[in-house]
């Protein structure tokens, strides 16, 4: 494990809590708030055109989160080399509105009967291309923008975010559908990327152009992220643990819908609902993050969460019609609460590990590595949804959920409390310019 050296603490440094004094910040967790939000009505929506309107089959539901995800294991190396040639900002931009335009695009064919299963296999893959283009840029310009002390902080900010827009966005999501119907529905998520798009524009803090010290080929520079990771054990094992996760807990939502409307007979508004009491759990993992991090140590925080909540997955397969409802709540909300400790401290602790010059890359080769398993996850529950009935195929996923902790086990964070401290090379943000 590379040991950093101890983080500047430059003229700049604000206190701890004290980002929503960041203008800048505050115009990205805005943008991305609202954005969040939206996407939960796609979530939703894509399925549900899926099943309810084009009477597809499970297996073609599966498709579906493979043709989303399939994006970040045909670009997602790429992704990441030219984000480190580039401002992160401006591929943020486009990439929201290339979003924002594809799902408007169902929506339109809907009222002119032009709708189909293939069109829908479109728009996935192709927001999925340009959510691969945006994450790797998010997670690289968070840094930049807050500073080396607020790293944490920012991301348990976000994370809060995430998991309030899966709080009330799956009930309104599935209020909306029911009223406008799932094609329809699709225009709430594309005027969240619009919002998004003015919020990150009106960020002014001078993001400065990366300086390449010579010109060299994409794929060198594709290599120089992969060998970092592969050098880093904790990051090996932490790659690890995130992919198999991804894998099984996909390989669930990709059929659970499936599910919870012809086994356990549930309305769309009733799965939005419990959708949103289990994202609860997120919300409460977002607010405690920062804190469990002091009290237990910022590398026992990271095996801690998995090891403790994976196990709560295996209550999804448990769900009945009436009371049983209960257990899918229960699940999702002890699992979300994990899964957000988990990933709030583990994604700070590979931001501040990394050199600058190499975030892209090196959260593009993550990205590649544990989102990945994520297209494969969606046929993995399609196919064994198919061949052994939805509830045996959750109960399979659900087991290679629960095991996924096991690499963190494997891993140096069991031998230690506290993650290294920062690499050299960080910089204070530049204050903004107006």
């Not at 060198?220 to 894998?247: K, Q, Y």
């Not at 095991?403 to 530049?430: C, H, I, M, N, Y």
């Amino acid at each position: 494990m590379t040991v950093g050296a101890a983080h500047p603490r430059g003229r700049h440094r604000r206190g701890s809590g004290k980002l929503i004094r960041n203008p800048g910040f505050v115009r990205l967790w805005i943008g991305q708030s609202i954005s969040e939000l939206g996407s939960q009505v796609t979530t939703l929506a894509l399925p549900l055109a899926a099943v309810l309107v084009l009477h597809a089959s499970t297996f073609q539901v599966g498709l579906l989160t493979t043709a989303g995800y399939a994006a970040f294991l045909l670009v997602g190396l790429p992704a990441g080399a030219w984000v480190d040639r580039l401002r992160r900002k401006p591929i943020m931009i486009a990439a929201d509105i290339i979003r924002a335009v594809t799902l408007a695009s169902v929506p339109a064919a809907y009222a002119l009967g032009l709708l189909a299963l293939g069109q829908l296999y479109v728009v996935a893959f192709t927001v999925g291309v340009m959510s691969v283009f945006f994450d790797v840029a998010y997670m690289s310009y968070v840094p930049t923008l807050v500073g080396v002390d607020h790293v944490v902080e920012a991301n348990a900010k976000l994370q809060v975010t995430v998991s309030l827009a899966q709080v009330g966005g799956p009930s309104a999501a599935g209020y909306l559908i029911g009223a406008l119907g799932a094609p329809v529905a699709f225009l709430a998520n594309a005027a969240s990327f619009v919002v998004s798009v003015f919020s990150l524009a009106a960020i002014r803090e001078r993001e400065h152009a990366p300086v390449r010290e010579e010109p060299r080929t994409v794929r060198a520079e594709i290599a120089e992220g992969l060998g970092f990771v592969a050098r880093e054990p904790i990051l090996r094992m932490i790659a690890g643990c995130t992919s198999m996760w991804n894998l099984f807990y996909t390989a669930i939502y990709a059929i659970v819908v499936v599910f919870l409307v012809r086994q356990v007979h549930l309305h769309a508004s009733t799965i939005g609902l419990i959708m949103s009491a289990g994202a609860v759990g997120g919300v409460i993992g977002g607010l405690t993050a920062s804190r469990l991090r002091v009290r237990l140590g910022s590398a026992r925080i990271i095996w801690v969460s998995g090891v403790a909540t994976a196990p709560f997955t295996l209550l999804i397969p448990l769900t009945f019609p009436g009371p049983g409802v209960a257990l899918f709540g229960v699940s999702a909300f002890v699992t979300s609460l994990g899964s957000v400790v988990y990933n709030v401290n583990q994604a700070s602790f590979r931001q501040l590990l990394c050199p600058p010059r190499l975030l892209g890359r090196m959260n593009a080769t993550i990205r590649f590595i544990v989102w990945g398993t994520i297209p494969l996850g969606g046929l993995l529950g399609g196919v064994l949804g198919s061949w052994l009935g939805d509830r045996d195929a959750i109960w399979v996923a659900a087991v290679g959920v629960t095991l996924a902790p096991a690499w963190l086990l494997a891993s140096p964070l069991v031998r230690l409390r506290d993650t290294p401290a920062p690499v050299a090379g960080w910089q204070q943000p530049e204050p903004a310019m107006d």
